[in-house]
């Protein structure tokens, strides 16, 4: 079974500045997807970034990048020039490829940004 | 932006009573979801449905559950003879044409089972 853990319950980061969230998995699969996904409060959840795990390049978006390192099982997440709209809860998931299609979950991350 | 909207926002119910959660997902999204989130606890899912019929589902999805596209653009979850341990935010989604599409959520519903 796959599992996903985030390690840090809550982060903080002054704006402007950059902060990385970490998440590790567990899984025997070879082929993958990892997401990051954020939740504002009282918001829906927001897909940020998309990893294909036979992409050796790390995906980014905008402010958004991931450093995924497959041997290691680790999808960390950065956030550059952090804005106070970043403050939300940010999930790490992973969906295998083909055949399931569901999410796996981290417990998240709640990121404050201070002004 | 297309959103998966979700309704109620929030559903208080008697233990024991049934109670339907809503969810019109994105028109052309053929694949949907329902997760579940009791608080302080992962993201956990449910079910998914696709071409009118379930096409997995945890060992949380028991007959205590059911999934229903009733006309369309509707997908209901129905959870009959609530119990206390029911009491969640319910997460609908839904993907595009083929699976491993990113998963597209609403907003959720939080069920408050008295």
């Known amino acids: 079974a796959q599992t996903v853990t985030q390690s840090q319950p809550e982060m903080s980061v002054q704006e402007a500045e950059t902060v990385t969230l970490s998440c590790t998995y567990d899984?025997?699969?070879?082929?993958?997807?990892l997401f990051w996904y954020k939740q504002p409060p009282s918001r829906q959840m927001i897909l940020v970034i998309r990893?294909?795990?036979?992409?050796?390049q790390n995906a980014t978006e905008n402010r958004f990048s991931v450093n995924f390192q497959k041997a290691a099982k680790s999808f960390s997440l950065k956030i550059s020039d952090s804005q106070l709209g970043d403050a939300a809860m940010y999930f790490c998931?992973?969906?295998?490829?083909?055949?399931?299609?569901?999410?796996?979950f981290g417990k998240g991350t709640k990121l404050t940004v201070n002004p | 932006e297309p959103e998966v909207t979700q309704t109620p926002s929030h559903q208080v119910t008697q233990m024991g009573q049934e109670v339907i959660l809503r969810c019109v997902p994105i028109?052309?999204?053929?694949?949907f979801y329902w997760y579940r989130q009791i608080l302080g606890q992962k993201v956990e899912f449910l079910v998914s449905?696709?071409?009118?019929?379930?096409?997995?589902k945890s060992e949380i999805f028991d007959d205590q559950f059911s999934v229903e596209r009733p006309d369309g653009s509707n997908f209901t979850l129905k959870i009959r003879s609530t119990k206390l341990e029911d009491s969640a935010m319910y997460f609908c989604?839904?993907?595009?044409?083929?699976?491993?599409?990113?998963?597209?959520f609403g907003d959720g519903t939080r069920l408050s089972i008295l």
């Open positions: 899984t025997s699969e070879s082929d993958y997807y």
């Open positions: 028109s052309n999204h053929l694949y």
């Open positions: 449905f696709y071409n009118n019929e379930i096409s997995e």
């Open positions: 989604a839904s993907s595009e044409v083929t699976s491993n599409q990113p998963q597209h």
């Open positions: 998931a992973f969906q295998p490829q083909g055949g399931s299609e569901k999410l796996v």
């Open positions: 990893q294909e795990a036979y992409k050796q």
